[in-house]
């Protein structure tokens, strides 16, 4: 079974694609189609009858972007870095055809949302989330910025919703050991999203 | 007025965000509460904090590709992902979605785009191209000559002739012997299992090929004694955990070459380097002669060619001539590590 960090069976697919084996591009295909597209559907600026043809650009972006690739993170990670551009390039031209006054049909109802919101305009809803997004970027950001100890035990609590008393259990201390722990982490959450909300994730 | 104990309840002020406190705790945290701006805006931050975390579960979950990792891998890279995706739907549903069969080849509009960027290299593409072109040229030259559609035959004939010459290994040329051996059996055969590091520091180590090369053609061993010479000169595992070495197939597949090939010294490190990405070479040059075959074994790291280790061997045998070359051609890549 391959390990952990090892990139080397993808650089040298990277390698073979990049020599013109139209056999490594069908294997790279094959094996990114699925996460492209999942990063596309995604996306919730991206209206549904586009994802097809985004899915498409992004392994354009990807057939001229691949020689970037320097085999040192996995290859998965830089296909949904390239794809993740793609989706941003494709929201930012959809907004320019819309100032420039291209029309687009107004959908009352964005089945993407969780929320079920209703809306006046496609994009209107997409600024929406797409404001949404950023911010749970950013919280998101915060979250890898207090250490593994602590996102772990945020998980326990605020994903799984595990009772104080199992997961100092399962941790191995104290209740009331654990609840100031995760009063502590929750303030370095705090904080850093604070900084995030200042700086701003993408500039 | 004796001094209260604890005057800020800190260690509560969670439990009282939650709505954990007994109804008495409660009352006397909210007395202090009502009098205490530090512990207010502390209870103020924490609720604000963990009403973000319930809403925004989803912060929780990996990236994509972390999924799609885990779909590939399993388990060895994923941490603790395995647990995240047992208690999140969400999570379960997209690595479902990311283990559904997906297509085998590009669209077509991708495969033009690809062909624009790098161009093809099987060898059906190659020979369609080349019949192709031989076909457009005999036409041409027909039509300027004005001459029956019996002539193209002719003309097309006498193209392909000239083109398989020119294409062909002259005797006496010196040529690159390819061969699909693949020295770890068990893997893809991109990259031998014994040149990968456990600990990810594989990149670090120099990519190396060992090829044998003819200087005359009419020296070549026959397909079945090179492939048979490739196995014989496998490396021992130590050599491939200190040095990354490509498999005789791996080499064989990036040069898009089989076989004998016509090449000289300098469009093959080039091609090594530029196609394989290898960065040392363990050369092998063999040249018949009446006793067997005399081998110069050379290591040579690129890009600057210089050649690092070099040793004349033989003459030897055909039979066991890999073993005999195999030791000169390990000794030569551990001195270079040494170096």
Redesign the interface.
Known sequence: ?????????E???V?????????A??VF???????VR??VV?QPAIPREDIEDVT?SA??AL??GLKDYD??Y?L??F??IVAHRVCIGHYRQLSASKRSGEHRPIRELSSDSQEGCVMTSANACQEELLAREEL?LI??KS?EQIGLRC??L??LR???ELP?GEIAEMLGVKE?TL??Q??RC??Q??SE?AKGLRQGVRK | MPPTPNPHP??L???YVEG?LSAETRTSVMQHLAGCTECSS?VE??S???S???R?????CP???E???FA???E??SG?LKR?IE??PSCAA?LE????P??????S???A??QK??????QK?IRLSLARRIGAYAERVATVLRMPLMGIGAVAAVVLVVMLIQTLPPQGRPVVALSPVNWDSS??G??PKG??N???T??RKPTAAILVYFNSEKDALSPQQIDKLYEQLKPEPDVRTKV?ILSPK?IQ??L?LAGIAAMSRNELMRDLQN???VSLTALVSLAKVREGYEASIEVIELPSQSVVYKKQRGPFQEAGLGEQLRVSVQDGLEQYEVR
């Open positions: 079974m391959p390990s952990c960090g090892q990139h080397d069976q650089f040298a697919l390698l073979q694609c990049l020599s013109g084996s139209n056999e591009w069908n295909y094959h094996r990114f189609f699925r996460l999942t990063i995604r498409q392994f354009l057939v001229k085999g040192t996995p998965s990670k296909v949904s749970v919280l998101k979250l996102r772990r945020l998980e605020y994903l799984e104080f009331n609840t100031v995760t009063k929750l303030e959450l705090s999203y | 800190k260690d002020l969670l439990l954990l502390e931050v924490l604000q904090t963990v973000l975390l319930q925004n579960k989803n912060i929780f990236e994509p590709w999924l799609a990792e590939m891998r399993g060895v890279c603790n995240h208690h999140c997209e979605e990311l283990s559904r997906a297509p085998t080849s590009p669209p509009e991708l495969l785009a690809i960027e790098y161009g093809w290299t099987t593409e893997s893809s991109l990259i040149s990968i456990l600990m990810g594989a990149r990354k791996t597949t990036k898009g196609k394989c990405g």
